[in-house]
Antibody
């Protein structure tokens, strides 16, 4: 099992961005995917999760309306997307696979994607 | 301010036993299981303990977990230098309909 994330990004405030998380070594639709934020020097924050089977997603209140999560079964890839970045979005973002349903633990994590937002 | 409360730091000498606590509420730890993750500097988190006290394959039995009421704890016995890492507890929160993490505990092996 592997989750491979897209590379580091440097963006300006107001720009849009989509980062990806490609699953391999398992049936992509069998496991939910969550996204987790880690701001510089800080702890882990759950952002939201998606069921790749039907793309149902839900979000932490802290992130709802600011990001969207999607998935493309055909290429076993989940996405985290912003329409308008802010400087406070500067962080490391991890995708993580749930063991099965979205209420189960995260058994595999991606390597992380560093997003830097600066004017 | 994290929903789950952990001490920011813990320390011990090689061979010692250390315990890291995680305090929550009835909507998270009180009604759901607790998982623990550890994160070495510059790396992604890894699952260390799930469903309160279950170790994934490859995690040594020096690590143990427990839960009582709205609190949980992670114990590490026979402390080793490679145990230096950040440790996070996590649980599903029924009120928030989402996952919540503790703020993390930085473990130092003296």
């Amino acid at each position: 099992v592997q989750l491979v994330q897209s590379g580091a990004e440097v963006k300006k405030p107001g720009e849009s961005l989509r980062i990806s998380c490609k699953g391999s070594g398992y049936s992509f639709t069998s496991n939910w995917i969550s996204w987790v934020r880690q701001m510089p020097g800080k702890g882990l924050e759950w952002m939201g999760r998606i069921d790749p089977t039907d793309s149902y997603s839900n979000f932490s209140p802290s992130f709802r309306g600011h990001v969207t999560i999607s998935a493309d079964q055909s290429i076993s890839t989940a996405y985290l997307q912003w329409s308008s970045l802010e400087a406070s979005d500067t962080a490391m973002y991890y995708c993580a696979r749930h063991v099965y349903g979205g209420n189960s633990e995260f058994d595999y994590w991606g390597q992380g994607t560093l997003v830097t937002v600066s004017s | 301010q994290s929903v789950l409360t952990q001490p920011p730091s813990a320390s011990g000498t090689p061979g010692q036993r250390v315990t890291i606590s995680c305090s929550g509420s009835s909507s998270n730890i009180g009604s759901n299981t607790v998982n623990w993750y550890h994160q070495l500097p510059g790396t992604a988190p890894k699952l260390l303990m799930y469903v309160n006290n279950q170790r994934p394959s490859g995690v040594p039995d020096r690590f143990s977990g427990s839960k009582s009421g709205t609190s949980a704890s992670l114990a590490i016995s026979g402390l080793q230098s490679e145990d230096e890492a950040d440790y996070y507890c996590a649980a599903w929160d029924d009120s928030l309909n989402g996952w919540v993490f503790g703020g993390g505990t930085m473990l130092t092996v003296l």
